[in-house]
Each structure stands twice: as structure tokens, then as C-alpha cells.
């Protein structure tokens, strides 16, 4: 089955760590993003890329990072610059052409311990 | 830019309810329209969408349609159910935006028993 996978689930970091976030797709999506949640809110764009070897800046890219050096793969490094960085966060892919839906992913939550 | 506006939530209404959940866009062009629903701690999945106006979309017993004259996407459910309560976003995809997808605030809908 087509699909985007998100990984690990639960991710617990500690004050001053980078973590890096898993987004794998094999849906032969070209655009993909990433988006944070928090609780009762709505999605926020951190970044997003629209092909291997290009990403752009979100609304909230600051303390983030990310390499699309494939096209099944997009993850996110969360450095120790972002300042509040327990959230969920939404991996999801869509087609490049056409007004064409996204598909998600199910989701890292990530805490600072 | 695009943006997507929907109504304020929490949402709580008694089984077998009548739902709306109001949502209006401003784009250029001529977007395609979704409805994404997210249950606790999961990604978003897509419930339904319109690709032009005049289009109903429909699934599961949710209802939309895309009304170019009010820029508008309500959502709407003639019998609700306590497995409906889930948030629900309103969202927009245009081919010509770099970011493509806009999402709404998401509103939360609690049905009780």
C-alpha cells in the first residue's frame, strides 16, 4: 500500500539536543512539508519542498532544519535553537501538478525532557 | 496570498444532531477545496473535496460544495455520531502557489451521548 510513514511515533529529546524526524514516502510524491501542531491549534508550515535538492522556509522555520536529498525522503532536524520545541508534528506529501490533495503522515510527538 | 477562514470551535452538539461547520476562502484562480478530518493523536486524513464549482463532495454522510459566488466550502451532516468528534480542517490547494495547500484553524466537534 501507498502511503507516507512517520517515524519513531514518541520521540523524547533533552534541553541542548538535535533530533531528527523520520518522513518516508512512497506515493512518488514530488512536494512534500512539514507542519507543527500544538495543543488545540491549527497547523503551522515550517518547511516545505516542491523537489529533491530544494526546500523553502515556512512560517516558523527558526530552530528547524531539513535535507530532501531523496524524493521518498524529507526529515526534520529539530536543533537546540528552537526554543519550545514539544509539539506534534505532521509529515505530508502531495503531487506536484494540479489542485491535488496532501496525505499525511500519523504523526511524531516530540517532548523535552 | 491564500487563506482559508472556519468557523470557531469547540463544536458540541447531541447525537444525532444537525452539523455545520462554516468555511470561506480567498484565492485566485480556481482552487481545489478539501475537508480534512484528524481523531486524537493521529495525522489528517482526507474526508472529502471539490475540484470546481458546483462540485458536492460527499463521504461518509458529510456533505460540501464548493460556491465560487460566496467563496465558500461549508461542511455539513444531517446525524451525528459520538465517533464523529474529531477536529476538522478546511483546506484549499492552487497548482500556482508555491506552497500549494492552505489550511484552515481547524475546528474541534465533541458529540456527546
Redesign the interface.
Known amino acids: 500500500d501507498g502511503g507516507i510513514t512517520q517515524s519513531p511515533k514518541y520521540l523524547f529529546r533533552k534541553e541542548g539536543q538535535n533530533v531528527t524526524l523520520s518522513c518516508e514516502q512512497n506515493l512518488n510524491h514530488d512536494a512534500m512539508y512539514w507542519y507543527r501542531q500544538d495543543p488545540g491549534q491549527g497547523l503551522r508550515l515550517i518547511y516545505y519542498s516542491q523537489i529533491v535538492n530544494d526546500f523553502q522556509k515556512g512560517d516558523i522555520a527558526e530552530g528547524y532544519s531539513v535535507s530532501r536529498e531523496k524524493k521518498e525522503s524529507f526529515p526534520l532536524t529539530v536543533t537546540s535553537a528552537q526554543k519550545n520545541p514539544t509539539a506534534f508534528y505532521l509529515c505530508a506529501s502531495s503531487a506536484r501538478t494540479g489542485n491535488t490533495e496532501a496525505f499525511f503522515g500519523q504523526g511524531t510527538r516530540l517532548t523535552v525532557v | 496570498g491564500d487563506s482559508v477562514t472556519q468557523m470557531e470551535g469547540p463544536v458540541t452538539l447531541s447525537e444525532e444532531a444537525f452539523l455545520t461547520i462554516n468555511c470561506t476562502y480567498t484565492a485566485t484562480g480556481?482552487?481545489?477545496l478539501?475537508w480534512?478530518v484528524q481523531y486524537p493523536?493521529?495525522?489528517?486524513?482526507?474526508l472529502l473535496?471539490a475540484?470546481k464549482a458546483d462540485d458536492k463532495g460527499s463521504n461518509k454522510g458529510f456533505e460540501a460544495t464548493y460556491r465560487k459566488e460566496t467563496t465558500s466550502f461549508h461542511l455539513e451532516k444531517g446525524s451525528v455520531q459520538v465517533s464523529d468528534s474529531a477536529v476538522y480542517?478546511c483546506?484549499l490547494?492552487?497548482?500556482g502557489s508555491?506552497?500549494?495547500?492552505t489550511?484552515?484553524?481547524?475546528t474541534?466537534l465533541t458529540v456527546l451521548p
Open positions: 480556481y482552487p481545489s478539501f480534512y493523536g493521529e495525522g489528517l486524513q482526507l473535496k475540484t480542517f483546506a490547494s492552487r497548482a508555491a506552497r500549494q495547500l489550511f484552515g484553524s481547524g474541534q
